[in-house]
Nanobody, 119 residues
């Protein structure tokens, strides 16, 4: 298993940027797929972006604005968030899977970091 801690959330005006970080523990971190999820109050959690050793994914609503990346030497996955919109407001979580980033079970979760985008 891997332990995850998110950071980088905050309050930003529409059109601004934030960079979220997901710091992980474990020698085998590079073998894990990592996803960024978000959950707004009263809404279901949704996958925002994901990264494996060979591919990346970004949901349509964030394509061209968000970019997921990883630095295995630092055991960290990032989510660069540009051109933020009020509808991006949510608690953002990172999660790890030893399986497929789409089909695998995300069994390790961080505590979440709040992102608030004001109009």
């Amino acid at each position: 298993q891997v332990q995850l801690v998110e950071s980088g959330g905050g309050v930003v005006q529409a059109g601004g940027s934030l960079r979220l970080s997901c710091a992980a523990s474990g020698r085998t971190f590079s073998s894990y797929g990592v996803g960024w999820f978000r959950q707004a109050p009263g809404k279901e959690r949704e996958l925002v972006a994901a990264i494996s050793s060979s591919s990346t994914y970004h949901r349509n609503s964030v394509k061209g604005r968000f970019t997921i990346s990883r630095d295995n030497a630092k055991n960290t996955v990032y989510l660069q968030m540009n051109s933020l919109k009020p509808e991006d407001t949510a608690v953002y979580y990172c999660a790890a899977t030893s399986g497929n980033i789409f089909l695998g079970a995300y069994n390790s979760w961080g505590q979440g970091t709040q992102v608030t985008v004001s109009s």
